[in-house]
């Protein structure tokens, strides 16, 4: 789904690392970081990417989601281009990170939090901005509690249209089901892709 709108997609590996990096590879990943055994957030710092100081999208390996990457791209310059921008979305309910907000601009987050704004998964940064203002830190919410420090921390009036986290078999059948009517051609295709991904991964014809 985003490679209509990005030129280059790198990949963090790190369970069955030399297996799924060959199968982005060929799904035309641009590059592949293998990360075992380091903390979510470790990449920022200690890849090529710690070299990049202009926006990039951030997505964690089980999100599936329809947005707007033009409205995204334009709330993130309105906002003035932090260091990181989170991406939220306002489940009825589930765990994770929980926002705590003024107008944009993060006070809080974290799962102890009874907030309404979940953090998705997708965020923007600019790598080199983080390594610099986050030092030492290698996990997304210690990162974020550093940039929330430099008033560095925002989150987006752009949410997804649709979204669900899909970590195994049954959370993509159920999205397929539930998904099957509303979603758009591309998520549909996606979905498709998806389970192909899933076939291959497990060796299933």
């Given at each position: 789904?985003?490679r209509?709108?990005?030129?280059?997609?790198?990949?963090?590996?790190?369970?069955?690392?030399?297996?799924?990096?060959?199968?982005?590879?060929?799904?035309?990943?641009?590059?592949?970081?293998?990360?075992?055994?380091?903390?979510?957030?470790?990449?920022?710092?200690?890849t090529?990417?710690?070299?990049?100081?202009?926006?990039?999208?951030?997505?964690?390996c089980?999100?599936?989601?329809?947005?707007?990457?033009?409205?995204?791209?334009?709330?993130y310059?309105?906002?003035?281009?932090?260091?990181?921008?989170?991406?939220?979305?306002?489940?009825?309910?589930?765990?994770?990170?929980?926002?705590?907000?003024?107008?944009?601009?993060?006070?809080?987050?974290?799962?102890?939090?009874?907030?309404?704004?979940?953090?998705?998964?997708?965020?923007?940064?600019?790598?080199?901005?983080?390594?610099?203002?986050?030092?030492?830190?290698?996990?997304?919410?210690?990162?974020?509690?550093?940039?929330?420090?430099?008033?560095?921390?925002?989150?987006?009036?752009?949410?997804?249209?649709?979204?669900?986290?899909?970590?195994?078999?049954?959370?993509?059948?159920?999205?397929?089901?539930?998904?099957?009517?509303?979603?758009?051609?591309?998520?549909?295709?996606?979905?498709?892709?998806?389970?192909?991904?899933?076939?291959?991964?497990?060796?299933?014809?």
């Open positions: 789904m985003l209509p709108w990005a030129c280059n997609i790198f990949v963090t590996v790190g369970y069955m690392g030399d297996r799924l990096a060959k199968h982005v590879i060929s799904l035309g990943a641009a590059g592949v970081f293998e990360t075992s055994g380091n903390p979510n957030g470790w990449w920022i710092a200690n090529l990417l710690s070299y990049v100081d202009e926006p990039i999208l951030v997505s964690t089980d999100n599936l989601y329809d947005i707007d990457f033009v409205k995204l791209h334009r709330d310059r309105s906002a003035g281009s932090p260091a990181c921008m989170i991406i939220p979305v306002k489940p009825e309910f589930g765990a994770g990170d929980r926002i705590e907000c003024d107008k944009q601009y993060i006070n809080d987050i974290g799962p102890h939090l009874n907030q309404p704004l979940l953090a998705s998964g997708m965020q923007i940064l600019r790598p080199a901005s983080v390594a610099r203002l986050a030092a030492g830190a290698t996990d997304f919410l210690s990162i974020w509690h550093r940039l929330i420090l430099h008033q560095e921390l925002y989150v987006s009036r752009v949410l997804p249209k649709q979204w669900a986290a899909v970590d195994t078999i049954d959370d993509l059948i159920f999205t397929e089901k539930t998904w099957q009517q509303s979603s758009t051609p591309l998520v549909q295709q996606e979905l498709q892709q998806l389970n192909r991904n899933d076939q291959a991964m497990t060796g299933v014809a």
